[in-house]
């Protein structure tokens, strides 16, 4: 346990020196993390996924740094980061757009939802996430509401027997409060 | 909530009882994921109000020392999934069973005064059954919940999932109880081995002899795991289960471990359910509290634990071995067998791992007996099964049946027959059911009387899996829905064994051709081919499974088939590809606003002159059908 703590503080003393008071604070909450879960290797799967929750993507110096503060080689923890869908190396949206892609969905025109939303905000199969950091859109497997297929989730609101015009109408409704955000802001 | 310190079951269900029966009535409203989704909590919150302002009390939770008969008392509580996910928001209003569906936050006010004040019932918020056009009162009278036998879902939309009193007041934890204190390891297992249970999850494999054999392992340390880790996309019988009865399975789970001698169990449960994950953590913490759980289980000198461990996205962790690998902190691949579970499992231990709805049957098996469980279902599939019910059909939801049970029954009569694609009731329309997800297969009109059960299903090419049962009507294209599946299962192959990994992506490949116009004779052979040996040679359930949908569709519907490679025509239309398109010249009066609006010059034709498409350049993308305002272009859907 001391190594491990040791390896730990010689990381962070390297990341002060570059940005002090950003790297800091942003492996704060990591160590907290990692504290909180005994550091048991057993549980990468809940570090990840609390890591996860902290920072909306596994940033690759926090993946290492998980790895040293365990005691296992950083390709593990990077095969286990990769290998589960939910795990996203790349930053995502301040909006999580899940369509839902299960049978049930799928039968009920589910990849209608997606041509839409892709054409409304310049989406892709390949691009994921606007470039404003705002949308990102994910087919998802079954989210187990088929009962409403087709279904559709934004970050935690479920809609569902959503057609084409209320894909286009829940867009609206966010911009709306995002502008309405950013007035008051100002 | 005070705790309940010495666990006295018979005790907390007297004292539930005496308290309920100072309720005036019972409002249940439904909180599942479905009912959630279209606003079941803003009617929970209306309601509440309407009652307030109504001068009645209202309690959410039955307090037990309350004796204040000068007001009229509401118990509103919200419950689990009720299984008529079509009808959502429902709310159920007891003694009488009226049944509400579709309410909005708007009828509270009604739904109190009329109801709940003068007992009449309003009329417009009851089920209208859609061949008859009848009003249905309850759930006595809808033929969705008459025609069925709701044992394992039994309580689930009754009691409070997030109150453990009720569960007890329901003769929760009396099985538990007895299995600490009454019966011995082997009595249990043979208990459930005379039941006839068999795993729910998919594989059917006799649970009573799983236990037995991880029994009989010597080992100081073993586990049990729930298994919730539903991926087959179109069923959600399990979250379900847990959203509405977590106590029930975690006292399967405690059952399970009396019976092999183990002291420590995982829920596993997928991310994607994060309010079964909240209500499995809230009757774990519950059940700790009351004493149910934790050191000297009732005073029986065994101690059970249980976590609940949430997935993080891979399909694969369904499978037994690779679910392991998961709580373990790795990557969620599967081992070759043996050894089994039962022999080396979890942190190589013997380890019993069940299905939630296998583990949510045994309280009742232990309640009840297995005599009054297996006088249920076929010889040798016994009991009842929950389906997911979806696709084109009127009544979605989640039913329980015993097996033995004919499609015709659950499609037509609980299901209320098949839709079209603008939801009405169609006549003609059946087409197929696939059951068992993306491992199972398709069953059509020849099969409509066949008994549901293991045996037979598998002799069709198909499995009960874990339950999910999606219609299909005549307008859906066989062939894309077999890509749809291998579509799912090669992203989910864990790339561990080479026939998954590579077979998979070669039998999409394969099915690609077939439907963008590229296939040949030789193209329908090879799939075929491809598909056996991956069936033979993968490591894991997943693989060995994985091309079923195909081998399925293709001795069913090999006519389908034959027309996508030989005439290049998809029967449905569904396949863009493959779409002719053309302008109806009667209706085309040469507007230009096609023309104009192509995005690869594909249409040509002068002003107020009929326009014509040229096939070579034309990309089907669907924009001319759209900005036509005389329905003139023909070909798409």
């Not at chain 2, 059970?304 to 071995?321: K, L, R």
Request: glycine residues 10%; charged residues 25%.
């Amino acid at each position: 346990m001391k190594y491990k703590r040791c390896l730990c503080t010689i990381l962070i003393q390297a990341k002060v020196k570059t940005e002090p008071n950003k790297n800091l604070r942003q492996f704060q909450q990591v160590i907290e993390i990692i504290e909180r879960n005994n550091h048991d290797k057993a549980r990468l799967i809940p570090i990840l996924q609390e890591v996860q929750e902290a920072y909306r993507f596994l940033p690759p110096q926090v993946l290492t740094y998980i790895a040293t503060a365990l005691n296992m080689p950083v390709a593990e923890v990077y095969g286990v980061a990769t290998f589960y869908a939910h795990f996203s190396l790349e930053a995502k949206g301040k909006y999580i757009i899940k369509v839902c892609d299960g049978t049930a969905c799928h039968v009920k025109g589910s990849s209608r939802l997606l041509d839409t939303l892709h054409s409304k905000l310049g989406l892709s199969d390949k691009k994921h996430t606007t470039d404003d950091m705002m949308f990102t859109v994910e087919a998802v497997s079954c989210l187990g509401a088929c009962g409403l297929a087709p279904v559709m989730v934004v970050n935690e609101k479920v809609y569902g027997e959503v057609s084409a015009r209320k894909c286009e109408e829940v867009l609206t409704e966010i911009r709306e409060t995002e502008n309405s955000l950013a007035i008051e802001q100002a | 909530m005070e705790t309940i310190s010495t666990v006295d079951l018979k005790e907390v269900a007297r004292q539930y009882e005496a308290a309920a029966s100072r309720v005036h009535k019972r409002i249940v409203v439904c909180a599942g994921t479905g009912c959630m989704a279209n606003g079941a909590l803003q009617v929970y919150q209306s309601l509440k109000e309407a009652i307030i302002k109504a001068g009645m009390q209202e309690f959410t939770e039955l307090e037990l020392d309350v004796h204040d008969d000068t007001k009229k008392t509401i118990h509103l509580t919200g419950s689990g999934c009720q299984g008529f996910c079509a009808q959502g928001p429902l709310v159920n209003i007891l003694p009488e069973e009226t049944m509400y569906v579709k309410v909005r936050p708007e009828d509270a006010d009604e739904v109190i005064e009329r109801t709940i004040v003068r007992d009449e019932i309003i009329e417009r918020l009851l089920y209208v059954n859609p061949v008859s056009g009848e009003r249905n009162k309850g759930q006595l009278d809808i033929p969705f919940y008459k025609l069925q036998n709701r044992l394992v879902l039994g309580e689930c939309g009754h009691v409070d999932p997030e109150n453990i009193r009720e569960y007890i007041a329901h003769g929760g934890y009396h099985a538990a109880r007895k299995a600490f204190m009454e019966l011995s390891d082997i009595d249990i297992c043979n208990t459930v081995s005379e039941s006839g249970l068999r795993g729910r999850g998919g594989g059917g494999f006799p649970t009573g002899r799983k236990w037995n054999l991880t029994r009989t392992e010597p080992s100081e340390k073993k586990y049990v795991i729930c298994n919730g880790d539903e991926g087959d996309p179109g069923a959600f019988m399990d979250r379900s289960l847990m959203e509405g009865n977590p106590h029930r399975v975690l006292e399967g789970m405690m059952i399970a471990a009396r019976a092999i001698g183990a002291d420590e169990g995982y829920v596993y449960v997928r991310l994607e359910y994060p309010l079964a994950v909240k209500r499995m953590r809230k009757a774990i913490e519950d059940a700790l509290d009351a004493g149910v759980l934790g050191e000297d289980v009732f005073g029986s000198g065994h101690s059970m634990f249980i976590h609940v461990m949430e997935g993080a996205g891979a399909f694969v962790c369904g499978e037994e071995t690779a679910l392991m690998a998961s709580i373990e902190g790795k990557r969620g691949m599967p081992m070759p067998k043996p050894p089994f579970p039962a022999q080396k499992g979890l942190f190589g231990k013997p380890t019993v791992i069940n299905n939630v709805e296998t583990l949510a049957a045994v309280p009742l098996i232990l309640r009840h007996g297995a005599s009054w469980f297996n006088q249920h279902g076929t010889t040798n599939s016994k009991g009842t099964k929950t389906f997911a019910l979806t696709g084109h059909v009127a009544n979605t939801g989640l039913i329980e049946v015993p097996f033995g049970t004919t499609l015709r029954e659950i499609v037509y009569n609980i299901g209320g027959g098949v839709t079209d694609n603008d939801g009405k009731v169609t006549h003609e329309g059946f087409n197929a059911v696939q059951i068992g997800g993306p491992s199972g297969g398709c069953l059509t009109e020849e099969d409509l009387d066949l008994p549901l059960d293991y045996d037979n299903l598998i002799a069709k090419g198909a499995m009960i899996g874990s339950g999910g049962l999606v219609v299909m009507n005549k307008q859906s294209c066989m062939v894309q829905i077999a890509r749809f599946f291998m579509n799912f299962t090669q992203n989910e192959s864990c790339g561990k064994c080479v026939p998954c990994r590579e077979g998979t992506k070669q039998m999409l490949a394969l099915l690609d051709d077939i439907i963008e116009g590229r296939a040949t004779d030789e193209t329908f052979e090879l799939l075929e081919e491809v598909g056996n040996v991956v069936k033979l040679a993968s490591l894991c359930g997943l693989g060995k499974t994985a091309p079923s949908p195909v081998l399925s569709t293709i001795v069913k519907f090999k006519d389908e088939y034959l027309q996508h490679i030989r005439y290049k025509h998809c029967p449905t239309n569904n396949c863009k590809a493959l779409r002719s398109i053309s302008i109806d010249p009667e209706k085309c009066i040469g507007c230009t606003a096609c023309a104009r609006k192509c995005p690869v010059k594909a249409i040509s034709g002068d002003k107020k002159q009929l326009h014509v498409i040229d096939a070579a350049i034309c990309t089907k993308c669907g924009i001319c059908f759209e900005v036509c305002k005389f329905d003139a272009v023909v070909g798409f859907n």
